[in-house]
């Protein structure tokens, strides 16, 4: 029998490279990006209600209408048809508009506490579907393992990557994605790639220009990061990160950042923590 509570992980993610190759007539950007997850999470605490409400309880930044792990559970509500409800609860550790994909995964494993919890059993592919509706990163959180990522966010390709470890530095400062792909600079025409040769240092953040432009530290902080390697921004935000073969060598290098930027240091994973859930 399920439990009446559950407690689930939303882990960050890194885009290890972000192309934009298109854009449809709908507005809508079409790119190709590997992204992988780390272990940095936000924790979310999930209540059975039996009368059909969905409630956030606690003191957040963003308006209840406005947050994700709302709208995935009255999504899937809907979606469902369920008469379960739920009280929602978090513990934030992923910084907003960092480009780490913080309200995407919360969405993600509120969608798949919810599966569980409701005992709904909706498929991994059928839950990757009505989550895109909720962004681009949702269905790669839903996939649940390091993938090559196309089209709008609906193409998810799992593959293994090598384990590595991250510092991921933020200089306190988001920006809005949708203005970023407004951007007139913005590169909307970089050519396919294939993953077939994808190496460690492949590839680049063709939105970070962009944000270097509207938001100087950021440049600031990529390249101080570069002094450790090849280091780049991580999908539209203004999080950046440099990788590491080992964990000390990772650490020795975080005790010498500059203290008025925050961060954290990360080992890479190639599944998600809720990846046998569905």
Request: charged share 20%; net charge negative; aromatic share 8%.
């Amino acid at each position: 029998m399920v439990s009446q509570t559950l407690s689930v992980l939303a882990p960050a993610k890194l885009n290890l490279f972000l192309h934009v190759i298109g854009q449809r007539q709908d507005g809508y950007h079409l790119l190709q990006s590997l992204m992988t997850f780390v272990d940095f999470n936000d924790e979310i605490n999930l209540e059975l209600r039996l009368d059909g409400l969905i409630r956030r309880v606690g003191h957040y930044s963003i308006p209840e209408d406005q947050d994700l792990v709302i709208k995935a559970a009255r999504l899937l509500q809907s979606y469902t048809k369920s008469t379960c409800g739920v009280d929602i609860s978090y513990n934030k550790k992923i910084p907003m508009g960092a480009g780490l994909g913080g309200g995407s995964s919360d969405a993600a494993s509120v969608l798949i506490g919810l599966n569980q919890l409701w005992k709904i059993a909706v498929s991994r592919r059928e839950l990757a579907e009505v989550a895109l509706t909720l962004g681009a990163d949702v269905p790669f959180f839903i996939g649940g393992e390091s993938a090559f990522v196309e089209g709008i966010g609906e193409i998810v390709t799992p593959l293994s990557l090598p384990p590595r470890w991250f510092m991921v530095l933020n200089p306190g400062i988001g920006v809005s994605t949708a203005e970023v792909f407004r951007d007139s600079e913005l590169t909307r025409d970089s050519q396919p790639v294939k993953m077939s040769n994808f190496s460690g240092t492949f590839g680049r953040n063709d939105l970070q220009p962009v944000v270097e432009k509207r938001i100087p530290e950021v440049k600031r902080l990529l390249n101080w990061l570069k002094q450790w390697g090849d280091a780049r921004m991580s999908g539209s935000g203004t999080s950046c990160f440099v990788a590491f073969d080992r964990e000390e060598e990772a650490y020795q290098a975080w005790l010498v950042k500059p203290s008025e930027w925050s961060g954290f240091v990360a080992r890479s994973m190639n599944c998600h923590p809720l990846r046998e859930w569905l």
